[in-house]
């Protein structure tokens, strides 16, 4: 039966188009199915990093900051995010963590919303960050938080609704939240639709100026390969610039910034969301990482991605015996984000043998088997042999047994 589906997994390899994109990374024997936590470096970024730092730093020292791009990187690189998110330049700007990016939108987002909206309405199941962020803004704002499914937040969304907070991917089961929906109900509402990108950007087009979303966050060392804690970043619609009221008014966002002057004056556009001195390295580092989506179109990465995840799955049915793993994930590709998520009794001990035999995901405890698919540097024949040492696995773990039964 293996045969079966390794040889299938040829042929899809074979007639994978993103195929060759495979070599810019720095892989092993392995399969590397945690690229959704910490994508995999692309071959290129240490001499380009070894440049940054022996004459970039080394060398021009303090006149890097303006022959080596380094004050104008923040924006830059936020327009090559762009184009994998649906947004124009000068609607990004990259910098700080996912974290302080929820705190200033969602308090940019309250204010923008104006008087009378006291309610904020955050994903019931979001990544915890996001949700203690949201938290604290309300409580520093004066909002009231409004914990919801994503699904039930349009019926919800009213007189009061300031904004709503939702990752566009659940980061535990994957599902793929319809982001076009809800941000047309939230505007019906007179709401602003904050998004966390997370888990979309890098791997499904996200439409951000198409649908009108008002602010969105993301990572960039997930499906962005940015390398680990590389600066996230922050969108503001366009309309939204000219009003946008950044609650951490850093100097780096001031209109003249060697002006040094003691008032405030926000400077124009995306580059309002910066706050103080980037983090050059590892912004740097990203930016070279950005180099692997030159030529790449994201919905070609979306269709292999929706592929790779049908297969998976099909594998995982075959090879699994009925009832030891169960997928969360959802089964029609427009709830589906880019990986798949299987619920096992015994997910930490399969989860840590996965790895020893050169199989990583991860686990989201207690009972979460995380794979997830990252287009440019996973193949077919990657999947199937997931699914095989996932069967292999379970063999040599015993099924967990109901008390009465032990
Ligand atoms: C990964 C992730 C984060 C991470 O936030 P950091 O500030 O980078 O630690 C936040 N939100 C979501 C939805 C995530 O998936």
Redesign the pocket.
Known sequence: MSDTYARRAAELDRADGLGVHRKKFVLDEGVYLDGN?LGALPAHVPARMADVLAREWGELRIRSWDESGWWTAPERIGDRIAPLVGAAPGRIVVGD??????FKAVVAAARLAGEGRDEILVDAT??P??GYIAASAARLTGHRIVPLDPAEMAAAAGPRTALALV?HVD?RTGRLQDLPGLTAALHAAGALAVW?L??SAGALPVGLDEHGVDLA?G?T??YLNGGP?SP?YLYVAERHQAAFDSPLPGWNSHADPFGMTPGYQAADGALRGRVGTPDILSTLALESALDVWDGVAIEDVRAKSLALTDFFLECVEAYVPAGRVVSVTPEAHGERGSQVALRCAEAPAVMAELIRRGVVGDLRRPDILRFGFTPLYVGFADAERAARVLAEVLADVPAHLPPAQV
């Open positions: 936590s963590s996912t974290s302080v990016n929820v979001t990544f960050t996001d990752n980061y966390d997370c888990h966050v990572c060392y997930k804690g996230a």
